[in-house]
């Protein structure tokens, strides 16, 4: 299980790796580790879940959806790796201690946090109505802010770790009508660089990845939301978008996730890594 290879040829959109992923880039182990990844029952983070089972951790599904989180967790039993459920909605405080708890309790300690879970609001500032202000910011931001309280005295106490936030390309450029969703998403990219300075010291890294559009059932909804005779245009503008040709995977962004992780980045801490396919680099979108 430990010791996977990142890197190779382009991973489909289910997290699994589409051809062989071996025939690249270094070694990635975390033998030993225990992580907690939030949102783990779908997308981004179930892929990222599978991924860090596979490099040899222990995981920590955590997610609101038990079902969902249920899937996950035999997904990797079933490849052979270790893996338990925790229900969490990562809005209340309960809940991210509860998450914390159990990784301790069912695994002895904790090494890696994943802050994955979030949800979207497509919404013009004005049109945002103060609960659905609170509640993208407390899914994201504030979710962000109770798993890492609960979780840094965790990984203090197992030696040192990693922390890794899930934000978006939305935090560096957006588009119009996702006002709550970026100032969340911002936030969490200041918020890696501030716990970078304080829990340093703790041997404790801080990052953060920032997804492009990634093929996640959310991106899904998002077509299927439109008119039929729009589906097609709206894919076809956003690959003309994309330098490298495609959309994202889950995989790309848990491959990113792994790397933040492990010893490998040992000297990184602070940084804000944009998976997004080269999309951000463009001055506009012509």
Known sequence: ???????????DASGGAAGDVASGGAAISLAGKVALVTGAGRGIGAATARLLATCGAA????????????????????????ATFVRTDVAQDGDAARAVHGACEVFGGLHVLVNNAGTTLRKRLEDTMPDEWDAV?????????????????????????????????HA????????????????????TRQM???CGPSGIRVNAVAPGIVDTP??????EALP???????????????????????????????????????????????????????????
């Open 218 to 223: 959310r991106w899904q909804g998002y077509l």
């Open 1 to 11: 299980m430990a010791g996977e290879r990142v890197g190779g040829a382009a991973p």
């Open 137 to 169: 910011l407390r899914s994201n931001l504030t979710g962000c802010y109770l798993l890492s309280r609960h979780a840094i005295p965790a990984i203090r106490e197992s030696g040192g770790g990693s922390i890794v936030h899930v934000a978006s390309w």
């Open 59 to 82: 995981v920590v599904v955590a997610d609101v959806q038990e079902q969902w989180g249920a899937e996950t967790v035999a997904a990797i039993q079933a490849a052979g790796g270790q």
């Open 228 to 286: 039929a005779e729009q589906r097609t245009a709206a894919r076809d503008e956003t690959l003309r978008l994309q330098p490298l040709g495609r959309i994202g995977t889950p995989r790309d962004v848990a491959n990113a996730i792994a790397f933040l992780a492990s010893d490998q980045a040992a000297y990184v801490s602070g940084a804000t890594l944009f998976v997004d396919g080269g999309m951000g680099a463009r001055l506009a979108h012509v």
């Open 196 to 198: 970078a300075l304080d």
């Open 172 to 191: 560096r450029a957006s588009v119009p009508r996702f006002a709550a969703y970026v100032a969340a998403k911002g936030g969490m990219v200041a918020l």
